[in-house]
């Protein structure tokens, strides 16, 4: 069959308005080219006619048109398929609701019934104090709402009761009126949100339920949950240790789970637990949990030495087919996580539900979301991957780092003395090839990574400070708190024997993302490799001079993202990236202790690295740009890993040094950043404070818009007369990407708004690191070249579209740019300012 295309100018004597008529081999072999590059350029055109004899009869504005209408029809076929996936989520979202809007109802009703049936109680107390009876029926009254269950044993019968009192009761948790269920603080349903998510309202204990739709079967959604370490990074373990079959076609199995504590301030929890599968008439599958205790009887399972015993009420997951496709899911947590055990300031972790929702229930759903999709796409990402090898990384990191705080002595933990101060906890390892779960040995035979592994660790509270600014800052100005010296040491520890103890500088310490792997948007998570340049390790009295590499994991970085905790992990790794490399992550994670949102702008701060040398000055920012005043905890946790040579005390005790010296350092460094970064701090109205050497921002946002007007002709912005502050945050949400740079032999950002940070994938902070080179291609710099002479001579100039380059590596499209001078007040050139127009990822 033979394609055709519109060609509205063709060879000598054809029409225009006729077709041109492709040969299935012509076809090929320009969809071939299309896979490898979908908008060629002429010469590129050109190229292809020579290269391909089949295209020679085909002029090259025919072969552009042929282009043009593929990526339309790509276009609209993405769209479409866009749409459908959109109408299908929102059709199951509808159903969730009106399932929602039917239990509010029967909880209206239940509501109502109680308070009548109570009242009446009340009245016939009051009226006949002195009949008994009276009390029996107000006992028979509330017999329903805590039941008293016979104890059971431990046999098939026994279990296949509890069973199903555990299937009932969560049922009535999923989708009845068992508990009081209100939103999840900033969730709000819609197409594009994870799901409708709630938790609970007066109940024992913590609870949370969420129901969304996943584009996957009911049973690959029931195998995911079931492993839970896979998902669930607080999970150390679940272990089966009996699995029985039931006369319904169920399954019960009986468990034993652990997960890790958050932080060195409290101790790990397990659960003994019976786990029942179940199918309901209906089709449904069901996989409902509870833990084991005295109250429901069945076996028993003794305490765990460094384990506190937790209590799981009714949990679980009620999975539904879709039509056409994939499964509305129903998850509840319920759980009592025994908070008396833990110092009063940790208490609200143990006592939120928020902070459960964050960490288990969304943690369940975004992950068969991101199954979900990867299965749909079929693509290979960062590295040379697939998604599932990245997730294994992601998931190495974070259990290396949860095994290193926790210090389980069944992974051949110990404590070693202290110095005679107690800040710093220092733990050492003899065998860490079960913690490390990688392959030591390298190709050559020969051990990897040092006999023994030593840990330092510590914890601190934080004040006023928004957990996911620190964890961004932390992450992008890495030499603030950073020793390369260490940084030297730990990776060539995991290569070979690290002789003795660096003791003198190393050249330059600057880091770069060199390899983006995998970024979740869902819940703001970062895998990327960094590379350290210009480091060099003392040896022997000579500088040994190596790149080192970073493999590192940063989540949490959503201020809005209510409950949830901010971690950055890193570890060096090998140049070879090979997956079963070994791995000794060390980092920070912070908790926050309040629930309140934190109101300022996550980008708030126009050069806090500058904020740690300078002091406290600037000028008020109204609004959004204002930062929050209320209080807000956290709790700070670091643990930094060391590999050393085993059965050699002397070098155990001087690592140990180093270690508490240099956390200690950092814990320093962090709190330095902490005070900079701390809202009172800012200045004494709590804004912004601009950078020094530049003007305020209500000054530079009236300059771009004078000098635009001035060079344009026309009006950049239409202010509704509300003064300066009206101007810049009308600049701020642009919908157009708005960035200046500076005018230097090498120039670099120095501002830009909302959505030029988030065309650059950067946020205020590390904006003046990137440089306007940076983020162009070589023919993007070559015309950008060109260009800039007309816009130093004319005031302006007109760029055609393209592509760029965010700072995570991802190319960015755009229709159209344009580029003019900035003029100051003495109407002398202070910058350039660039608008780049319908950008998008591509």
């Not at 063709?10 to 029409?15: A, F, L, Q, R």
């Amino acid at each position: 069959m033979m394609a055709v295309t519109a060609c509205k100018e063709g060879k000598p004597g054809m029409d225009p308005g006729k077709y041109v008529r492709y040969t299935p081999e012509q076809v090929e072999a320009l969809e071939r080219l299309y896979h490898e590059c979908p908008k060629p350029s002429s010469i590129r055109r050109q190229q292809l006619i020579r290269e391909c004899p089949i295209l020679s009869n085909i002029e090259p504005k025919q072969i552009k048109v042929w282009f043009q209408n593929r990526r339309c029809r790509e276009k609209q076929r993405k769209e479409a398929s866009r749409l459908q996936a959109v109408n299908r989520k929102l059709t199951a979202m509808n159903k969730l609701l009106m399932e929602e809007n039917d239990r509010l109802q029967k909880q209206v009703s239940q509501l109502v019934y109680e308070n009548g049936y109570f009242r009446q109680q009340t009245q016939n107390v009051a009226i006949t104090t002195t009949d008994t009876s009276c009390e029996s029926v107000v006992t028979s009254g509330q017999h329903h709402l805590t039941p008293q269950h016979p104890p059971r044993d431990a046999s098939p019968a026994g279990l296949l009761s509890i069973a199903e009192e555990t299937l009932a009761e969560f049922l009535s948790k999923a989708t009845g009126t068992a508990v009081e269920w209100i939103q999840m603080p900033g969730m709000k349903p819609g197409p594009d949100s994870i799901g409708i998510v709630a938790i609970s309202h007066g109940c024992t204990g913590v609870a949370a339920r969420a129901c969304g739709l996943v584009g996957l079967e009911p049973t690959k959604v029931s195998e995911i949950l079931k492993d839970r370490p896979t998902w669930f990074r607080d999970c150390r373990s679940v272990e089966v240790l009996t699995a029985l079959s039931t006369g319904n076609g169920g399954t019960i199995e009986l468990l034993y789970m652990q997960m890790y504590a958050p932080t060195t301030l409290a101790s790990a929890r397990d659960f003994w637990l019976l786990r029942y599968t179940s199918v309901l008439e209906d089709g449904s599958l069901v996989v409902c949990e509870r833990s084991l205790s005295n109250t429901q009887g069945g076996p028993s399972m003794p305490p765990v030495q460094q384990f506190v015993r937790a209590e799981m009420h009714p949990s679980g997951y009620l999975i539904r087919p879709c039509e056409g496709g994939g499964s509305i899911i129903h998850l509840v947590d319920h759980m009592d996580l025994e908070p008396w055990s833990v110092p009063e300031v940790l208490r609200p972790l143990y006592e939120s539900s928020t902070v459960l929702a964050q960490k288990m229930t969304m943690a369940a759903l975004r992950h068969l979301r991101q199954i979900a999709q990867e299965v749909s796409q079929n693509t290979v990402v960062g590295w040379g991957r697939q998604p599932a090898a990245l997730r294994a990384l992601s998931q190495r990191l974070s259990k290396g780092f949860n095994e290193a705080l926790n210090g389980f002595t069944d992974d051949g933990w110990s404590l070693l003395g202290n110095d005679g101060m107690d800040d710093v906890t220092i733990l050492v390892n003899s065998s860490p090839a079960k913690i490390m779960a990688a392959n030591l040995t390298s190709t050559n035979g020969f051990p990897t990574v040092c006999g023994a592994v030593l840990c330092a660790k510590a914890s601190m509270l934080l004040q006023n400070v928004p957990p996911a600014l620190l964890i961004r800052f932390l992450r992008e100005h890495r030499s603030e708190w950073a020793d390369s010296n260490i940084d030297a040491y730990s990776a060539a520890a995991l290569k070979s024997n690290p002789g003795t103890l660096p003791t003198s500088r190393m050249g330059g310490f600057g880091g770069q993302v060199i390899l983006p792997l995998a970024h979740t948007v869902e819940h703001e998570e970062f895998l990327e490799v960094i590379k350290l340049e210009n480091h060099g390790l003392v040896q022997d009295d000579s500088i040994i001079p190596r790149d080192m590499f970073l493999l590192q994991l940063c989540s949490g970085v959503d201020e809005n993202a209510v409950g949830a905790c901010a971690e950055l992990v890193f570890a060096p790794i090998d140049p070879s990236f090979a997956d079963d490399a070994p791995l000794l992550p060390s980092g920070f994670r912070i908790i926050p202790l309040d629930n309140g949102v934190d109101g300022s702008s996550p980008n708030r701060t126009l050069d806090l690295a500058s904020a740690l040398e300078v002091g406290p000055a600037g000028n008020r920012i109204s609004g959004e740009f204002a930062g929050g005043s209320g209080s807000l905890r956290s709790v700070l946790t670091i643990a930094f890993q060391f590999s050393y040579e085993n059965n050699h005390e002397q070098i155990r005790d001087n690592v140990a040094t180093m270690a508490r010296q240099y956390v200690r350092s950092v814990i320093s460094s962090v709190q330095r950043v902490a005070m900079a970064l701390t809202p009172s701090r800012l200045n004494p109205h709590n804004g912004l404070r601009p950078p020094p050497g530049t003007p305020e921002a209500l000054t530079l946002a009236r300059w771009i818009c004078h000098s635009y007007r001035f060079h344009l002709g026309v009006e950049l912005l239409r202010p509704n007369g509300e003064g300066g502050e009206s101007l810049l945050k009308m600049l701020w949400h642009h919908a157009d990407a708005i960035m200046c740079c500076s005018l230097k032999a090498l120039p670099v950002f120095t501002f830009a708004n909302q959505a030029g940070l988030d065309m650059l994938e950067t946020t205020l902070v590390a904006l003046q690191d990137i440089t306007l080179e940076k983020i162009f291609d070589e023919n993007g710099r070559k015309t950008l070249c060109a260009d800039f002479a007309q816009i130093m001579q004319q005031g302006f100039a007109y760029l055609q579209g393209g592509l760029c380059v965010s700072s995570m590596g991802r190319p960015v499209s755009y229709e159209r740019a344009v580029a003019w001078k900035v003029l100051n007040e003495e109407e002398s050139t202070h910058c350039i300012c660039f608008m780049f127009m319908n950008w998008s990822f591509v």
